[in-house]
């Protein structure tokens, strides 16, 4: 194809969570007034693209997510991700023949101690599953461990918002058809309010996690659903993901604080909700909070949570191997490049984006602005006006060729299932769409925008309650190219994922892309 060559920028516009859906009834996207986005839509060449399953390296009817969907793009490729790779090992018992689970079971024999079990509590397959620790307690089993407790962080995000007690009701059959051994729900949480930060956000969270899981701290039950009933009683519409922090206790006596010999086991295969609570139990010198004790653990991670400073030591299944991304390859090149997007998805549009790395390519300006740390239904806008606003001034400052910003509304306020905010949220992103275009086009650029997965356009289930989850749909790309450009390509035919994006940023920018990727989305016309 003749070499592309645009006097402006290319501009790679990430709106997180919002999915291609034609049906109206529960469709956020379709029910806003989208002037902008919709007027794009009918006017320049749009593809749909794969963002789920086999598209990004996850089971072939896993939703997407916003870890893969990012890796993805930036990847080139499809490359077997945690969620796969944990399924693989956990199901051929690969995982029980680690180094890591035999010093585990040494660790609790030798100390006469108590494994614990800790992380995102549910079947979503997004950053954990039931099933896989549903594994892990019959092999301790096996192995001769008498005593385990687990540490639950309630979900209702991944999957519906009131899923509980039934969780906690299959794992505590599941314990029953081992023989009632001495492993129990020691503690949990909403995912939302304990533990599951992410991109240091919100340590406080944190810290309350460590005093719920670790020192035993908080409101006491006689076991986990009498906690979650009771506090729904208190607060009908509260949803799973809200739960407050809770401790189960015996006479008084929390049953599950970890104490030194103890093994933990943090069973989340995602690293942006774990990797906080993982430096927490392994960093000598931590400086978020204050711990009150720290015990000696034996602490291993599903997976590593920060490959480049290799946290945790010890991990149960490899990481994904990111062989040649597209950050990387445009550094190479000269190519300027910038990202911003606020905290929540920040991490992704970096970290995620350049293969699980928290290096900055040569050349490449990274800009975070401050999430709020209030629920986003209450401010469903976000932070969009603001990254907008430091996204203009870096497309008009002419020091990039490339850059990327993600919009995070779509999916973050979508986590709720509420219709009212999600459409406000999409009508924030509308607005702020229209001021990249304009700015773009003053200086003969492009503006690609995509999304990294389905959330926004479906929130309801067949049954009609919320549907907080992701979603498997295919997601828009859509290419606005007002330059003369434009006359020498097409969109191919041909099925295309977003793994196929890095290809095709690069001949936007003039350059051949790596030999290994994917091909372009667009092709000579």
């Known amino acids: 194809m003749s070499k592309l060559n645009y006097k402006g920028p290319v501009v790679l516009v990430v709106m997180d969570g919002v999915g291609l859906r034609d049906q109206t009834e529960g469709n956020a996207v379709k029910m806003a007034h989208l002037e902008t986005l919709n007027t794009l839509m009918k006017k320049y060449p749009t593809a749909s693209l794969g963002a789920a399953g086999e598209y990004v390296g996850v089971p072939k009817d896993d939703m997407g997510n916003s870890e893969v969907g990012h890796n993805a793009m930036g990847a080139g490729e499809i490359v077997l991700q945690r969620s796969a790779?944990?399924?693989?090992?956990?199901?051929?018992?690969?995982?029980?023949?680690?180094?890591?689970?035999?010093?585990?079971?040494?660790?609790?024999?030798?100390?006469?101690?108590?494994?614990?079990?800790?992380?995102?509590?549910?079947?979503?397959?997004?950053?954990?599953?039931?099933?896989?620790?549903?594994?892990?307690?019959?092999?301790?089993?096996?192995?001769?461990?008498?005593?385990?407790?687990?540490?639950?962080?309630?979900d209702g995000r991944d999957v519906p918002p009131h899923s509980e007690p039934k969780f906690i009701h299959r794992i505590e059959d599941f314990i029953h058809r081992l023989g009632d051994p001495d492993y129990r729900i020691a503690s949990g949480g909403g995912r939302m309010v304990i533990t599951c930060d992410r991109y240091e956000n919100d340590w406080p969270m944190v810290e309350k996690g460590w005093h719920t899981h670790v020192l035993g701290e908080g409101r006491q039950f006689a076991n986990a659903t009498e906690a979650v009933e009771t506090y729904r009683a208190e607060t009908p519409d509260l949803?799973?993901?809200?739960?407050?922090?809770?401790?189960?206790?015996?006479?008084?006596?929390?049953?599950?604080?970890?104490?030194?010999?103890?093994?933990?086991?943090?069973?989340?295969?995602?690293?942006?909700?774990?990797?906080?609570?993982?430096?927490?139990?392994?960093?000598?010198?931590?400086?978020?909070?204050?711990?009150?004790?720290?015990?000696?653990?034996?602490?291993?991670?599903?997976?590593?949570?920060?490959?480049?400073?290799?946290?945790?030591?010890?991990?149960?299944?490899?990481?994904?191997?990111?062989?040649?991304?597209?950050?990387?390859?445009?550094?190479?090149?000269?190519?300027?490049?910038?990202?911003?997007?606020?905290?929540?998805?920040?991490?992704?549009?970096?970290?995620?984006?350049?293969?699980?790395?928290?290096?900055?390519?040569?050349?490449?300006?990274?800009?975070?602005?401050?999430?709020?740390t209030e629920p986003f239904n209450t401010r469903p806008w976000m932070k969009c006006a603001e990254i907008t606003d430091k996204l203009v001034e870096?497309?008009?400052?002419?020091?990039?060729?490339?850059?990327?910003?993600?919009?995070?509304?779509?999916?973050m306020v979508g986590h709720f299932g509420e219709m009212e905010p999600t459409i406000a949220a999409m009508e924030a992103i509308d607005i702020s769409l229209k001021r990249i275009i304009e700015a773009v086009n003053k200086l003969g650029g492009i503006t690609v925008i995509t999304a990294d997965h389905g959330n926004a356009e479906e929130l309801l289930n067949e049954d009609g309650s919320p549907k907080t989850a992701h979603t498997t749909n295919r997601v828009p790309c859509i290419f606005v190219d007002d330059t003369e450009n434009s006359e020498l390509y097409k969109l191919s035919t041909d099925d295309r994922g977003l793994a196929n994006l890095a290809s095709t940023i690069t001949m936007l920018l003039g350059q051949e892309p790596y030999e290994a990727w994917l091909p372009s989305i667009i092709e000579e016309k």
């Open 394 to 411: 870096a497309i008009e400052s002419g020091k990039y060729d490339f850059l990327r910003i993600n919009y995070p509304g779509g999916d």
């Open 85 to 154: 790779a944990v399924e693989n090992d956990v199901g051929t018992g690969k995982i029980f023949e680690t180094q890591t689970w035999h010093d585990i079971v040494a660790q609790i024999h030798n100390h006469n101690s108590t494994l614990h079990f800790m992380g995102i509590f549910s079947d979503g397959n997004v950053h954990s599953n039931i099933a896989h620790l549903e594994k892990m307690l019959a092999q301790a089993q096996k192995d001769g461990i008498n005593r385990v407790r687990i540490h639950i962080l309630i």
């Open 239 to 372: 949803q799973d993901q809200y739960m407050p922090a809770f401790v189960i206790a015996d006479n008084g006596q929390p049953i599950g604080a970890i104490n030194d010999g103890d093994a933990v086991v943090y069973i989340d295969f995602r690293a942006d909700r774990a990797v906080e609570m993982a430096q927490a139990f392994t960093y000598n010198d931590f400086p978020h909070f204050d711990r009150v004790r720290y015990p000696k653990v034996y602490f291993a991670g599903m997976t590593e949570y920060n490959e480049d400073l290799h946290v945790p030591e010890h991990v149960l299944v490899g990481s994904p191997v990111f062989k040649h991304t597209l950050t990387e390859h445009l550094a190479a090149q000269g190519i300027k490049q910038y990202a911003i997007s606020e905290t929540v998805k920040f991490g992704h549009i970096t970290y995620y984006f350049n293969g699980n790395s928290y290096h900055i390519p040569d050349g490449e300006v990274d800009e975070e602005v401050p999430s709020y």
